[in-house]
C-alpha cells in the first residue's frame, strides 16, 4: 500500500496535521466499484464532500468536488474546510483507522525529523484530490441529491 507508516515522531506530533484538515479520499482508495462506496461512506456521516474553489481544469465549475473524512462538529454531507478543522478519526492516541483504510491524503503525510512538519500538506492536497475527483463531479453531485432525498 501507498504511503508512509506513521512513526514516533507522529505520536509526540499528536496529529497536528489531523487537527488543521482531514486529508483527502481519492477515487482509488474506493475500490472498484466507486459510485456505491463513495455513497456509503457518504451516508455514514463520517465522511463529506469538500471543494477546490473554481474549476481545478480552468472549465466553467464554480467548484470542484473531493471527499475527505468529516471534521469534528460538522457532518454536514458538504462542508468546505480551509483549516482548523480536527478529522473526526483523530484521537488522543492518533488516528482511530488502520493505515490501510486511511485515506490517501492521511498515507502520503510523511513525517520530518522537524516535528510537527510534514511533507504532502493539505493544501496541495485539496487541489490533488479535487483534480482526481474531477471526472466524477457529477456522480458526487448527483449521490448528494439521492441522499438528501432519502433524508426527507
Excluded at 461512506?41 to 474553489?53: K, R
Excluded at 480551509?82 to 484521537?91: E, R
Excluded at 490517501?104 to 511533507?119: F, S, Y
Aim: glycine share 10%; charged share 30%.
Amino acid at each position: 500500500m501507498e504511503g508512509y507508516q506513521p512513526t514516533s515522531k507522529c505520536a509526540e506530533c499528536g496529529g497536528e496535521c489531523c487537527k488543521e484538515m482531514p486529508g483527502s479520499v481519492v477515487p482509488q482508495d474506493l475500490g472498484k466499484d466507486v459510485r456505491s462506496r463513495a455513497k456509503e461512506m457518504l451516508e455514514s456521516g463520517d465522511y463529506q464532500l469538500d471543494w477546490w474553489e473554481g474549476d481545478v481544469t480552468g472549465g466553467e465549475r464554480d467548484r470542484s468536488l473531493y471527499m475527505r473524512p468529516s471534521v469534528v462538529g460538522n457532518r454536514d454531507l458538504q462542508y468546505g474546510s480551509w483549516g482548523n478543522d480536527p478529522c473526526v478519526f483523530l484521537t488522543a492516541t492518533g488516528c482511530r483507522l488502520p493505515f490501510e483504510d486511511r485515506p490517501h491524503g492521511c498515507r502520503m503525510l510523511e513525517p520530518t525529523a522537524n516535528g510537527c512538519i510534514c511533507h504532502s500538506g493539505h493544501t496541495s492536497d485539496k487541489e490533488n484530490a479535487a483534480i482526481q475527483w474531477y471526472p466524477l463531479n457529477d456522480m458526487l453531485e448527483e449521490i448528494c441529491r439521492e441522499i438528501e432525498e432519502n433524508q426527507k
